[in-house]
Structure formats: C-alpha cells, structure tokens
C-alpha cells in the first residue's frame, strides 16, 4: 500500500507540474501574439502616421523665413515687399500670390518676371505718361485677376515709379493686399548681384526668375 500510495503521489506531482508548465506556455504564446499584434498595427500605420504628421505641420512663413537674410528689410506696414520673397515665392512654386507687370505690353513681352502678368498702367510705351490706363479701369483689373489670392505683388520701371506707387497706395487705403516689389525690372535683371551668399550656390539658374521672348 505504501509503495502504491507514493506512486499515485509521484503522478499527481507530474500531473501538477504538467499543468504549470501548460499554463507557462500558454502565457508566453499569448505574450508573442499580443506582440505581434501590436508590432504589425505599428509598422503597417507607421507610414500613414507620417504622412499625417507631415500634413500637419504649417509651413513656416516665407517672408518671416526669409527676412532675417534679407537686404531689402520691409515690414507689413510698408508699402513694399522684399523681393527676396518674391524669389521664395517663385521657388516654393507658391500659388497664393499674384504677380503684376504694369509696364506696357511690348517691354513685358520682350521680358518680365517668371509668374507675372501684364496689366499695363501705360499703353504706349514711347510716351507713357501721355497714355496712362484710368485708375479705376486698371484697380478694377487688378482686382478681378486676384480673385483668391492672398497677396498681390505688382512692379514697374523701378521702385519709385510714382504712378504705380499712387495705385498701389490708393488700393491700400483700401486695406486691399497688395504691394509694390521692392526692385523695379531693372534691378532684378541684377538679380545674382543683391541676392544672399547661400543663394548663389551651384545650380543657380538666372532663367528660373526671368521669362525672356524666346522661352
């Protein structure tokens, strides 16, 4: 009887000691699948996650960016924007601004700033301060051309040209979003000579900012 009793003990020690074991493995496969689990959604949402987060975070401001290098310092009370900006603009391939050529139609067709438009102030450019466009003919142009942009951009001979200036002020008065560029034709055609070191680096390409006749 003794020698019996101690086998049935030696069995229902085995039988503990199974189950223990059991339950060992049943816990780590549920420790690897959860695992699993969880790496799988984090690898296959991963991709989408960042995408996501890309999405979400705001570009920084051109002209914020920008200005700190800047030769041309404006603020947004100025009449004027940098035409650094303009250049970031142009770069970033942005379509939020409208760019105006107010010159007559032959010097914008013989050449103008990459993006703009021609909405002449003068119509002839032999004598143009004996065909200047009406103010109101041109604002109202203007206006309609900018239809959801968020600024407007226009320039002329140079800087100081008085009669683009006078719309520009006029249309400002307004608290329309609009701004004279802060180099006239002229001095961008220098554009490599007032643009920041960084910006003169290998594979500047002069024809990116400036539409010729022939292109």
């Known amino acids: 009887m003794p020698k019996k009793t101690e086998r049935n003990a030696k069995k229902d020690q085995l039988i503990v000691e199974t189950i223990i074991n059991y339950k060992a493995i049943v816990q780590i496969l549920c420790i690897f699948s959860i695992s699993f689990v969880i790496t799988f959604l984090?690898?296959?949402k991963v991709p989408e996650l960042i995408i996501r987060l890309k999405k979400s975070v705001p570009k920084p401001d051109i002209a914020k960016r920008i200005a700190k290098?800047?030769?041309f310092q404006v603020n947004d009370d100025s009449d004027y924007i940098d035409a650094v900006i303009l250049k970031g603009y142009i770069d970033e391939e942005s379509t939020g601004y409208l760019l105006i050529d107010s010159r007559s139609k032959e010097e914008y067709d013989a050449g103008h700033i990459k993006n703009a438009i021609n909405l002449p102030l003068y119509l002839d450019y032999q004598s143009p301060y004996k065909s200047?466009?009406?103010k109101t003919i041109w604002t109202a142009k203007v206006k309609k051309a900018a239809a959801g942009k968020q600024i407007v951009i226009a320039y002329s001979y140079s800087?100081?040209?008085n009669l683009l200036m006078s719309m520009v002020k006029s249309l400002r008065k307004e608290r329309y979003p609009i701004k004279a560029l802060s180099v006239g034709w002229g001095d961008w055609l220098n554009l490599p000579s007032w643009l920041p070191g960084a910006d003169l680096s290998n594979g500047f390409s002069y024809?990116?900012?400036?539409i010729r006749n022939n292109q």
């Not at 024809?207 to 400036?210: D, E, F, I, P, W």
Request: glycine share 0%; no cysteine; proline share 0%.
């Open 69 to 71: 290098t800047s030769i």
């Open 132 to 134: 200047v466009v009406e």
């Open 42 to 44: 984090l690898v296959s």
């Open 207 to 210: 024809n990116s900012y400036v």
């Open 159 to 161: 800087k100081e040209n």
